[in-house]
């Protein structure tokens, strides 16, 4: 891709928890995911997951969105898993391989923990989980090894954060592993050269960023978080209000 992304570039949506009993910022509740789901089916959205996106699938044929989910939390498939399946879309999941089937808990996630009983609120998904979900069509993308920020590690630490959780991905999938989303959104194109290297086809991040390059690689997201209302979800997924946005970035 060159020049301005969004003349490529599909409606792509950040997500990370969906749960009725979380209250932090990461956490969509169940009944605004629907709402969410039912408005864009009801204008006429239909889903790709981003390797189908990148693959070339179905990019011209009428409104597309790709939905994403960082960290792999449980609650993608309690929760979120059949609301997607309720309006026919697939999602992009994005794991956290050294996390995924333990019972460790992510940094950010262990001051949120009052009580014993809540921390079940934050457990990751387990395999099992994650092959129901591909067998519908979920696809399962990398967010490294362990979630450190990647451009603050050595050339070496990136390697193995960005390669090794491919290869352990596509290991347990059966299947190449090929999208990739940068932890907190940080990046640099040293990161960017060593995930291409690494054989992904393309990244997301949130939001996009001033000075690095538009491409496959920089696929810029929505993220959609706890307090963000109907309206504000209305106007964030709106199409001018994106590209005025996006143009404005891609001038600075």
Same mark, same amino acid.
């Given at each position: ?123 990751? *998904?387990?395999? %099992?989980?994650?092959?129901?979900? $591909? #067998?519908? !069509?979920?696809?399962? &993308?990398?967010? =490294? ?41 940080? *990046?640099?194109? %040293?990161?960017?050269?060593?995930? $291409? #290297?690494? !054989?992904?086809?393309? &990244?997301?991040? =949130? ?41 404005? *970035?891609?001038?600075?």
């Amino acid at each position: 891709m060159s020049g301005p992304l969004f003349h490529n570039s599909p409606l792509i949506l950040g997500y990370h928890s969906i749960s009725e009993r979380r209250n932090d910022a990461l956490a969509v509740s169940g009944s605004n995911f629907e709402y969410q789901l039912r408005w864009l089916s009801e204008r006429g959205y239909h889903s790709l997951t981003l390797a189908d996106f990148l693959a070339g699938g179905k990019r011209s044929q009428g409104r597309v969105v790709i939905i994403t989910f960082d960290d792999g939390y449980a609650d993608n498939y309690s929760l979120a898993f059949p609301i997607l399946q309720r309006y026919g879309f697939v999602a992009t999941v994005f794991l956290v391989s050294e996390y995924v089937n333990t019972d460790r808990v992510f940094p950010w996630d262990k001051p949120k923990i009052a009580r014993t009983e809540e921390r079940s609120l934050y457990e990751v *998904l387990t395999w %099992d989980q994650v092959e129901e979900m $591909a #067998k519908y !069509g979920i696809e399962f &993308g990398s967010h =490294t090894c362990s979630h450190r920020e990647l451009p603050g590690l050595s050339e070496a630490e990136r390697w193995d954060e960005i390669s090794r959780s491919r290869k352990e991905l596509s290991t347990r999938l059966g299947q190449e592993v090929v999208s990739f989303s940068y932890p907190r959104g940080c *990046l640099s194109p %040293d990161v960017i050269s060593q995930v $291409a #290297k690494a !054989g992904y086809l393309g &990244g997301v991040v =949130t939001p996009t960023r001033v000075g690095i390059p538009h491409s496959e690689y920089t696929l810029g997201r929505i993220g959609v978080y706890q307090p963000n209302g109907r309206l504000t979800f209305r106007v964030k997924t709106n199409h001018w209000a994106r590209r005025t946005y996006e143009t404005l *970035l891609w001038l600075r």
